[in-house]
């Protein structure tokens, strides 16, 4: 979607105002859009209110999910801002629009909601047309709430999951850069967030081909490891400091928030909490994902239920031990229905660590009772040893562990992802679970170092 100028920060002064127009069934190339939107809004030439962020065209496959609306069935979404007293609507030459109608986007009176007379004008433009379509009831109410008001896209035009003032929205995208070819990007989130709504991630069914340690020998310096074997996607090293959380670093594929090759000002990018794939919180908790083809989860009744891999942000936001962690998945269903099942691997700055898995519908937990655990793309608990060493990087991680007593640092660790490693690896990280140190070696070759003040 276009931005407003300036990377989207709207004005915090109740002074927008935001139409949703959701178009059914117009099955037509952009310029075309462009043209019917055109004469939808009533002006002579749409390209300029595109260039000054007015008005913002993005296919169904980027924002239906985002709006909870089937992609079959909706080709576009178009949202419309009128900026008070910024412009002045023209009407298109030959679709007279009634002055009255007109400013009913530009102005409001308290809350009162303005009446739908050109909402009205703009469906007899369409059906005229021939063309069949559905306009969504709209309001003409002030959308300023507040870090803590609503921020669904129908309110605000900000992704769900942001609870951010407009100063937040604006450092949040500011903080953006680029630091490696794979691309890796680099990103702050300032403000709140609401982990329970919004996107949640919609992989293909070819399952992440993960590899995952954590290593405890040396309880002064525990560690957590994990290579991401994934498609070739854009990624993003996220830090996090919610005001009603802890601090954390995760890693992000951005391609499951629909971002393209340049994600400069791309307002989806403030959903990217929402879907972290490994990370560490300033608790020194660690939590990373792995397909298992095998997992079913059935639903608990009357517990809230979220996507598979936001269940990583709610434990990242919410746990300080492998207990409290266990707590979090206990208390939720999963969502396996968009993409393959899962299972985790969970390590804290006690040495301890945990396995998660959902065997026959049922949540089920193995904790470490060695100094290590591993996963891969093998079920773990209740299998024997033997049986988990016949794969392949299971068993080049279990042979490492026992070699070095599962006293290993950083370099090592990687050196043991390394060995491990898929053609289709897209970074390998650690985590210092005490010191908070943060390694991160992208498919590029290029290393990053962070330090995560830990408390």
């Known amino acids: 979607m276009r931005q ?13 105002r935001v139409v949703l127009v959701r178009v059914l069934g117009l099955d037509l190339p952009v310029g075309g859009v462009h043209d019917q939107l055109a004469r939808l809004v009533g002006v002579r030439h749409l390209a300029p209110l595109l260039d000054r962020g007015v008005l913002g065209v993005v296919r169904a496959e980027g924002l239906g999910a985002l709006l909870h609306l089937p992609a079959a069935a909706v080709r576009y979404h178009v949202v419309f801002v009128a900026l008070h007293q910024a412009f002045s609507l023209r009407p298109h030459r030959g679709t007279p629009v009634p002055e009255s109608e007109n400013r009913c986007h530009l102005r409001t009176v ?3 909601r303005c009446p739908p007379a050109r909402l009205l004008h703009m469906r007899k433009s369409l059906l005229s047309a021939g063309t069949a379509l559905l306009l969504a009831t709209t309001a003409c109410a002030a959308v300023d709430p507040g870090p803590s008001g609503p921020s669904g896209p129908t309110a605000t035009g900000r992704p769900p999951a942001s609870r951010q003032n407009a100063d937040e929205v604006t450092r949040t995208l500011a903080s953006l850069r680029r630091v490696d070819d794979l691309p890796l990007y680099e990103m702050t989130y300032a403000g709140r967030y609401d982990p329970t709504v919004g996107t949640d991630a919609r992989p293909a069914a070819s399952p992440f081909g993960c590899s995952l340690f954590a290593a405890g020998g040396d309880p002064a310096r525990p560690l957590f490891a994990r290579n991401f074997d994934w498609e070739d996607n854009p990624a993003m090293v996220l830090r996090t400091d919610p005001p009603d959380g802890y601090a954390a670093v995760s890693l992000v594929d951005l391609s499951y928030l629909g971002v393209g090759p340049d994600p400069t000002g791309d307002r989806r990018l403030l959903d990217a909490p929402l879907l972290p ?41 919410r746990a300080a031990t492998v207990d409290e962690a266990v707590a979090v998945f206990t208390e939720h269903n999963l969502d396996f229905g968009g993409g393959p099942a899962l299972h985790y691997l969970l390590a804290d700055a006690g040495g301890r660590s945990a396995v998660v898995e959902f065997v026959d519908g049922e949540m089920r937990v193995q904790r470490g009772e060695e100094r290590w655990q591993a996963l891969t ?4 608990i209740g299998v024997p040893e033997p049986r988990l060493r016949a794969d392949r990087r299971y068993g080049l991680i279990a042979a490492a562990m026992d070699r070095t007593g599962a006293v290993v640092d950083a370099p090592a660790a990687l050196r043991i992802l390394d060995q491990v490693r898929q053609g289709h690896t897209r970074w390998s990280v650690t985590y210092g679970l005490r010191d908070g140190e943060v390694r991160l070696v992208t498919a590029t070759g290029g290393e990053r170092r962070y330090r995560l003040p830990m408390s």
Not at 4 to 16: L, M, V
Not at 377 to 380: C, E, K, L, S, Y
């Open 4 to 16: 407003a100028a300036g990377g989207g920060a709207w004005s915090a002064r109740g002074r927008e």
């Open 377 to 380: 793309n093998v079920p773990v």
């Open 110 to 112: 308290g809350n009162r």
């Open 277 to 317: 794939f490994d990370g560490m919180n300033e608790r020194g908790l660690a939590v990373g994902l792995a397909a298992d083809d095998s997992a079913t989860a059935k639903p608990v009744p009357g517990r809230p239920t979220v996507g598979s891999v936001r269940i990583l942000r709610l434990v990242l936001d």
